[in-house]
């Protein structure tokens, strides 16, 4: 079956620390990776995707790269903000129903 | 971009009666809607699929005769959670994807408190 492990958290950092939250996953098929984002009371939203091997997904300053020969997909910010507090969930896709499976989700504290 | 929206935003509910909840696509035809239930600090777990005009396909261990999903028309499916207990109290978060885009795109869910 399909499934996601990401790194339990909670994750807390300074302001302007790097940020890496690791992915991994396994999968019957090709899946497409995607990092979600979830502020507090909030639904989720797509932060960043990716199709194939090798794509890199960014936005926002996050970045992720799309690693078939290790199965992983890890999360990285190069300077965080106060604002990126926020649960991540690392997610993925297979085939055309569309369904993801996700990861347990990693809470990211930044402190000020 | 595609924008879901979900209504209401937060209900309060007594033990034993029913709740409705809307999710919409505003401006793109969604195909397929994903229900969710999203406990405190946990993940999102896959309530059921609705195909618009078909049945729902529920996941193991969701309870149909409680958890009523109608896929109607092709920007709205309603949850409807019957006989409500504490118990089901909960963040209930719906999704949907087009026909062209693998992608699914989030509503900003509904907190669901039962007294």
């Known amino acids: 079956g399909n499934s996601v492990t990401q790194m339990e958290g909670p994750v807390t950092l300074s302001e302007e620390a790097f940020l890496t939250i690791n992915c991994t996953y396994t999968?019957?098929?090709?899946?497409?990776l995607f990092w979600y984002v979830q502020y507090p009371g909030e639904g989720l939203q797509l932060l960043l995707k990716?199709?194939?091997?090798?794509d890199k997904g960014s936005n926002k300053g996050f970045e992720a790269t799309y690693r078939k020969e290790t199965t992983s997909f890890h999360l990285e910010k190069g300077s965080v903000q106060v604002s990126d507090s926020a649960v991540y969930f690392c997610?993925?896709?297979?085939?055309?129903?569309?369904?993801?499976?996700f990861g347990g989700g990693t809470r990211l504290m930044v402190k000020p | 971009g595609a924008v879901v929206s979900q209504h209401p935003s937060r209900v309060i509910c007594k033990s034993g009666t029913s709740v409705k909840i809307e999710c919409r696509s505003l401006?793109?035809?969604?195909?397929?809607m994903f229900w969710y239930r999203q406990f405190p600090k946990k993940s999102l777990m896959l309530m059921a699929t609705?195909?618009?005009?078909?049945?729902?396909?529920?996941e193991q261990g969701v309870e149909k005769d409680k958890f009523l999903i109608n896929h109607a028309s092709l920007t709205l499916s309603t949850l409807t959670v019957t006989s409500a207990h504490p118990e089901d109290s909960s963040f209930y978060i719906c999704?949907?994807?087009?026909?062209?885009?693998?992608?699914?795109?989030f509503g900003p869910g509904t907190r669901l408190t039962v007294t």
């Open positions: 609705s195909n618009e005009g078909s049945k729902a396909t529920y």
């Open positions: 999968a019957t098929g090709y899946p497409s």
């Open positions: 990716a199709t194939k091997a090798d």
């Open positions: 999704s949907a994807a087009g026909t062209v885009s693998y992608e699914q795109y």
């Open positions: 401006d793109f035809q969604a195909t397929t």
């Open positions: 997610a993925l896709s297979v085939g055309a129903g569309n369904m993801l499976t």
